[in-house]
């Protein structure tokens, strides 16, 4: 994995965390990464659990010791992930405007208040109330131009296999398309994130056949997240999935190429 970043993990400031940033450091040298960014949660609805959790300067705090701490075998970027909702898209907007970071991503994880892979989401919502609004608010999250990189597109992929049978891709390929054309033509560019194999997937968030279609329509760089919470799951799957995006011919980002945002 010789000169990989990890581009998506969280210490214990995001507060569903148990890393601590040395730890994170620690795990990423024993992978033989070249650098890591550690994106923590901020998120904007209350309804969140890291509603108010997030503290920048005590983030930055443990950037600069770390950068110190690990000088050259390490390279540390400054991140953060947005939990993106239409409704609070002018308060992050202000936020952007009011921090500086190496890295901006966005995801979507909650939709009418409620955690998409919660049991309660799925309460009272047929297949395609469940999987429809999801991609509606990834498509408004692209739209936005808040942000230079996309993350977990497919991360409704999750919800419980018990309820809807497995994903299929193919049902929504009609949404997943026109996501990827907006992409595509803002300059934004796709996560490739790991952290699915350890929920059972057999491919990452998004899979490969999205990422073929980004290829296909004039997509040609990716990121590579682990999304990791704890220190054993940093690089997780990266030898493999950097493997298969050579083979699909998709390149990942080098160092310098981590523009925080798109213009705000």
Same mark, same amino acid.
């Given at each position: ?29 024993? *992978? ?25 300067? =005590? ?14 075998? &390490? ?9 993106? *909702? ?24 909650? %939709?009418?208040?409620?955690? %998409?892979?919660?049991?309660?989401? &799925?309460?009272?919502? @047929? ?28 991360? +409704? ?21 026109? +996501? ?8 934004? %560019? ?51 999935? =950097? ?17 925080? @945002?798109?213009?705000?």
């Amino acid at each position: 994995m010789h000169r990989l970043i990890d581009c998506h993990m969280h210490s214990t400031h995001s507060c569903d965390a148990t890393a601590t940033f040395d730890e994170l450091c620690e795990s990423a040298l024993k *992978q033989g990464l070249r650098g890591i960014c550690v994106t923590e949660h901020i998120d904007f609805d209350k309804a969140d659990p890291g509603y108010g959790y997030y503290d920048y300067d =005590a983030y930055m705090a443990d950037v600069d010791r770390c950068r110190k701490k690990y000088g050259s075998r &390490l390279m540390i970027k400054t991140g953060i992930e947005v939990t993106y *909702q239409t409704e609070f898209e002018d308060d992050i907007r202000r936020f952007l405007s009011a921090y500086e970071f190496d890295h901006v991503l966005g995801s979507v994880h909650l %939709i009418d208040h409620v955690f %998409i892979l919660y049991p309660e989401y &799925l309460e009272g919502r @047929s297949k395609s109330e469940a999987y429809e609004p999801y991609w509606q608010e990834v498509l408004a999250m692209v739209e936005s131009g808040l942000f230079k990189f996309i993350g977990h597109l497919d991360y +409704i992929k999750s919800l419980r296999r018990e309820e809807y049978g497995e994903f299929a891709v193919e049902e929504w390929m009609p949404y997943i398309s026109v +996501i990827l054309e907006k992409l595509v033509q803002s300059g934004a %560019i796709l996560e490739v994130n790991t952290s699915a194999l350890r929920r059972g997937h057999a491919e990452p968030y998004p899979g490969w056949a999205i990422l073929r279609l980004y290829k296909d329509l004039g997509g040609t760089h990716v990121i590579l997240g682990s999304d990791a919470h704890s220190p054993h799951r940093v690089g997780l799957g990266f030898r493999e999935a =950097a493997a298969q995006l050579r083979q699909l011919g998709l390149e990942i980002c080098k160092d310098d190429m981590f523009p925080s @945002s798109m213009t705000i």
